[in-house]
């Protein structure tokens, strides 16, 4: 091969590269229901929470004994198959005999959230046949909070097609991205409490270094304020010893000694012949 043909084969290469790039960073993403000038900033700040799932696919396979054996296939905010341009986010595809249907598309997305979860719904998709009087089917989608989980446990919780209208299919999802923030602000106890300690620490820090560089104070004296709270103490111990006394202030001593009513009788008998005569 020639120089200039080689050449040529390369520009062909990288701009094929190019253009599958381009078409790979342009995929479609969730378009919520509406003008987007009505769309809410409630409703953008939630799609943006969400951009962390969005490179992740999901699956989950459903068989109820030999009449239905489904996968099911869910991308978050983004196309299943981006190829097909459907805009499926959601597609169901039977095992049986390999056919698609698009249960939800994203380009028919609503969103909305509470304290601790987040839910996805997808609604446009293909019509249902018998049921729900042929209306197009929907997914909705349960995202709840699971702390220092990215995404886990996708599933489907079940499929309501029995009613005449509103049928949709129910999945849970657990993800950390549906969790409120952490709110990491001291309470007011909290700082309280610190500017109580602080305050002391240098009360004590500050007074030991006066006494002892300063006043000269040596021992105990270094405490700052010693003599007041010594004071203090003896004061908490006496009201301690009057608040928890078990005996009144007047109650016998324990120890008695011997007293007159112990002693016997003075013997009548006189020592006289001891005495002189």
Request: glycine share 8%; charged share 25%; with cysteine.
């Amino acid at each position: 091969m020639s120089p200039p043909c080689h050449t040529s084969a390369l520009l062909l290469v990288f701009m094929a590269l190019a253009v599958a790039g381009a078409e790979q960073s342009e995929e479609r993403s969730c378009d919520v229901i509406g003008d987007e000038s009505s769309e809410s900033q409630m409703e953008r700040a939630l799609l943006k929470k969400l951009e962390p799932l969005s490179h992740m696919r999901f699956n989950v396979t459903v068989e109820k004994g030999k009449t239905e054996n489904y996968i099911y296939h869910f991308r978050v905010c983004r196309e299943v198959n981006s190829t097909s341009h459907d805009f499926g986010g959601l597609v169901q595809i039977d095992r049986q005999n390999d056919k698609t249907t698009v249960i939800g598309r994203i380009n028919e997305t609503q969103v909305f959230n509470g304290s601790d979860w987040i839910m996805l719904i997808y609604k446009g998709g293909d019509s249902y046949g018998r049921h729900c009087s042929g209306e197009k089917r929907r997914a909705v989608i349960m995202i709840s909070c699971k702390r220092g989980v990215t995404a886990s446990s996708f599933s489907i919780i079940s499929e309501e097609r029995e009613k005449e209208q509103e049928c949709f299919y129910l999945f849970e999802m657990d993800s950390s991205v549906a969790c409120p923030a952490e709110n990491s602000h001291l309470s007011v106890g909290s700082i309280l409490l610190i500017t109580f300690v602080s305050l002391i620490a240098v009360y004590i820090t500050g007074g030991f270094l006066y006494q002892r560089l300063v006043v000269g104070a040596k021992g105990m004296e270094q405490i700052p304020h010693f003599a007041f709270w010594q004071d203090l103490g003896n004061l908490v111990a006496d009201g301690c010893d009057f608040v928890c006394r078990s005996k009144p202030r007047n109650a016998p001593a324990a120890y008695r000694g011997v007293g007159d009513d112990q002693l016997g009788e003075e013997s009548e008998e006189r020592d006289d012949h001891l005495l002189p005569m």
